[in-house]
């Protein structure tokens, strides 16, 4: 009996229920946050509360954003709730897929069998892939769905766009982990790798936009990369979500590099 | 005679430490190859090597007519490997992690795997997770021997099973070789590779110290004697004892209308029958060798002492 993908097949499938767990958890944000908007994004009175914060602190959480719908999905569902849900499950299973299997003591006997450690990795990497696309596709259809009733107003493409360059900077931390799991072979470095890329990118976009000075972290936060420009409201800049899509591809690559190369489980 | 397995100045480092210092060994094809040695020996270490896990740092591996580390996934095909600690942890079930890697390594003849499951006792529809220490080791144990391939690997295989399945397992290996197959497996426990191998290597510190059949270690082993003889004197029954090539440690237990002496005999009997038969001997008792006592000599490097 022969299969194509055996590996993919067993890092996709043989997970569903972890898969289903944080499609659950996005829904639920998605519903928790965008029915709210006509009652809070859209209402004078929020604005007033918006006017009244620190304006570094609406702009470390773009609260600035938020009097337009497509501005108040942005800032709330992919700049803040789904983007740290997408990027904790990204990160754990990018670390669990190489690092963590190592470690766990089940790689070894994978690499026993009639694999090729670099097949291993791709079609790991692989599995990560469809799966931040089905969470990134759920919340494609979840908020295409609550546009008209919660009177977002975001463009469907601005959405289509919104949400590639989300599935990416998802994929990013995710690779960032499965790499620095392959390359040291254990899950915490991998975890270790990926929630630094969210986390200081998330940071480093918080405190360049505060001033001139700071502006510089800019460039290095995958999170302004994607963000900068609010894709939601203004349609994604392409060339940053290639970045983010490029950069993944060469984590990856790094990844099967590296686990080529070296000693597993020593 | 063709060989299946060799092994040509095998080192291998971790960092500053030397696991395996240049070690040579042979397998012949279809013959059972058994290592033992004390935990940290370097049996693990020699066992991935084999199987490409990890890398040589010098030396030369030839597994099947190949270089493990450019043998690829066609290699470890025609081989099954049981690592010395198996970890199973997903949620699946035994059935379903079989067929994974039969999709990887397989084929596997129809009906094999419920046949080897039930030689076994084991249930395949329970997630791997929820099986005990034994059951884990029978799922590990299947997945080397349902493709049938040339060689097996066997890192402690009998580890966690009971006296019953160990004795399957014994009987798996016996078809195994009976159908051609080449088993190398390793222990630290010599009655299991005493009662499978043809040949034993014991590793000690990264050294192969010994290379032997089974039967020669038996030969080289140390049996305890006890005769009992009439009419002779215990000085006397000594010293016609004591020149019998192998044997050392002449003790007398009691002496009086009969003597009894007891020995250590290393070597062949054949000196010391010769010897009892001018006896009158009224008793005699010559003990299975020692087999675990002489690895355990070999093991602390004193086997020089017995000499």
Redesign the interface.
């Known amino acids: 009996m022969k299969t194509t993908l055996p590996l993919f097949r067993r890092a996709f499938f043989d997970t569903w229920r972890s898969t289903l767990a944080w499609a659950a958890g996005l829904a639920g944000a998605t519903f928790l946050y965008l029915p709210l908007y006509p009652s809070i994004g859209g209402s004078a009175q929020m604005h007033d509360m918006i006017n009244a914060l620190p304006a570094q602190m609406t702009k470390a959480l773009n609260y600035d954003q938020i009097a337009t719908g497509p501005g108040y999905t942005q800032a709330t569902l992919f700049g803040l709730i789904g983007f740290l849900l997408m990027t904790i499950a990204s990160v754990a299973w990018g670390a669990a897929a190489v690092g963590g299997d190592e470690e766990s003591g089940q790689l070894e006997l994978t690499l026993a069998h009639g694999v090729r450690r670099v097949q291993v990795v791709l079609e790991r990497a692989l599995a990560l892939l469809l799966r931040v696309l089905v969470l990134a596709g759920l919340v494609f259809v979840l908020v295409s769905l609550l546009n008209g009733p919660s009177q977002l107003g975001i463009e469907p493409g601005n959405l289509f766009g919104g949400t590639v360059v989300f599935a990416g900077l998802a994929l990013l931390s995710g690779t960032a982990a499965l790499c620095g799991g392959a390359v040291s072979g254990r899950r915490i470095y991998g975890t270790f790798a990926g929630a630094a890329v969210g986390v200081l990118g998330y940071v480093f976009n918080a405190v360049g936009r505060q001033s001139k000075d700071a502006e510089w972290l800019l460039d290095l936060s995958p999170y302004h990369w994607a963000y900068g420009n609010a894709p939601v409201a203004n349609g994604a800049d392409w060339a940053a979500a290639g970045w983010l899509w490029g950069i993944s591809a060469a984590l990856v690559v790094l990844a099967a590099v590296a686990l080529e190369r070296r000693d597993v489980g020593a | 005679m063709a060989i299946a397995v060799s092994a040509r100045s095998l080192t291998k480092s ?1 960092g500053r430490r030397e696991a395996l210092h240049g070690i040579d060994f042979a397998v012949e094809a279809g013959s059972v190859f058994g290592v033992i040695g004390p935990n940290g020996a370097g049996k693990t270490t020699t066992m ?1 090597c084999l ?5 040589p740092t010098a030396g030369e591996v030839r597994v099947l007519g190949l270089d493990p580390r450019k043998g ?3 290699l ?2 025609r ?1 099954g ?1 049981l ?1 010395g ?8 079930t035994g059935r ?1 992690l079989l067929a ?9 003849p129809p009906g094999r795997i419920d046949e080897l499951a039930e030689r076994l006792g084991l249930e395949l529809d329970r997630h791997t997770r929820k099986l005990s220490k034994g059951n884990k080791q029978k799922l ?1 144990l299947l ?1 080397a021997f349902m493709h049938q391939p040339e060689l097996l690997v066997l890192d402690e295989p009998t580890s966690g099973l009971d006296p019953l399945v160990q004795q399957e397992f014994h009987a798996m290996v016996r078809e195994a070789r009976h159908r051609g197959q080449t088993i190398f497996l390793n222990s630290h426990v010599l009655s299991e590779v005493q009662q499978t191998a043809d040949t034993v290597a014991i590793l000690r510190d990264g050294h192969i110290i010994a290379v032997e059949s089974v039967s020669g270690l038996r030969e080289g082993a140390v049996r305890h004697v006890r005769i009992t003889a009439a009419g002779i004197a215990a000085h006397d029954a000594v010293a016609l004892l004591s020149g019998v090539p192998g044997v050392g440690q002449v003790e007398v237990l009691e002496s009086g209308a009969s003597v009894t002496l007891s020995a250590l005999l290393e070597g062949p009997i054949q000196p010391l029958v010769r010897i009892l038969g001018s006896l009158q001997l009224t008793d005699l008792v010559l003990e299975e060798p020692d087999l675990e006592d002489a690895v355990l000599k070999m093991y602390t490097g004193q086997r020089g002492e017995a000499h």
């Not at chain 2, 600690?85 to 699946?92: A, I, P, S, T, Y």
């Not at chain 2, 994974?100 to 596997?108: D, F, I, L, M, R």
């Open positions: 971790f991935r199987l490409d896990i990890i890398r690829g996934p066609e470890r095909r081989i490997y690592p600690e198996l970890f199973l942890e997903g949620r699946v379903r994974h890697y039969e999709a990887v390594s397989g084929p596997v590990g997945q």
